[in-house]
C-alpha cells in the first residue's frame, strides 16, 4: 500500500505520506475499476520544479499508482489542498496519450454518496473499463482520435 523507505524521509515528509486516506483513495479507485493502487512520493530537484506549474514548496510530491507503467491510473496530491486530488490514465499499451487524456480534479469526500458522485462524474476519463474492454476501448479510439499515440506498432488495438 505504501511503496518506499520511510525511514529515508524527514519527519515532516513522514507526517505528510502517513496522513493520507490510503484505504479512502483505494476505494475511490475501485470505484472507477482500479485495484492495486500504492501510495508513493517523489522529492523534486530544482529543474523539475522550474517545469512545474504546481509544484509544492516542501519539494515533496506525494501520489497513488497502480503498477503497470504501460496501463495505470496515477493520483496526486494537490499541493496545499487537503483532500484535493488530481487524476490520470496512462493507457500508453492501448495506443493512447496520457497528456491527451489530461489531469481531472476531484476531492476525496468523506461522505461516500458524494465520493461515489466524483467517481461517476470522472469515469468519462478514467473509467479502467472503457480502455480494458476492446469494444468499448474501439469506440473510445473512435470518437477520440486525437488522443491516440502516433507510433508505428501500437500493440493492442
Request: charged share 30%; aromatic share 12%; hydrophobic share 40%.
Amino acid at each position: 500500500m505504501i511503496r518506499g523507505d520511510l525511514g529515508r524521509l524527514t519527519q515532516e515528509q513522514r507526517e505528510i505520506v502517513l496522513a493520507e486516506p490510503c484505504w479512502r483513495m483505494r476505494w475511490f479507485a475501485s470505484l472507477l475499476n482500479w485495484n492495486g493502487l500504492v501510495l508513493e512520493w517523489v522529492r523534486l530537484n530544482a529543474e523539475a520544479v522550474s517545469h512545474s506549474r504546481e509544484a509544492p514548496e516542501s519539494r515533496f510530491l506525494v501520489y497513488y499508482l497502480t503498477t503497470d507503467p504501460e496501463f495505470h491510473i496515477q493520483i496526486n496530491v494537490v499541493p496545499d489542498h487537503p483532500m484535493r486530488y488530481q487524476a490520470t490514465v496512462g493507457p500508453f499499451r492501448y495506443g493512447i496519450s496520457q497528456i491527451k487524456i489530461g489531469w481531472h480534479r476531484f476531492e476525496l469526500f468523506d461522505d461516500d454518496a458524494k465520493l461515489t458522485a466524483e467517481a461517476l462524474r470522472l469515469k468519462p476519463f478514467l473509467d479502467r473499463q472503457q480502455f480494458r474492454d476492446p469494444a468499448r476501448r474501439a469506440a473510445w479510439k473512435k470518437s477520440h482520435p486525437e488522443f491516440l499515440l502516433k507510433r508505428a506498432n501500437a500493440r493492442a488495438r
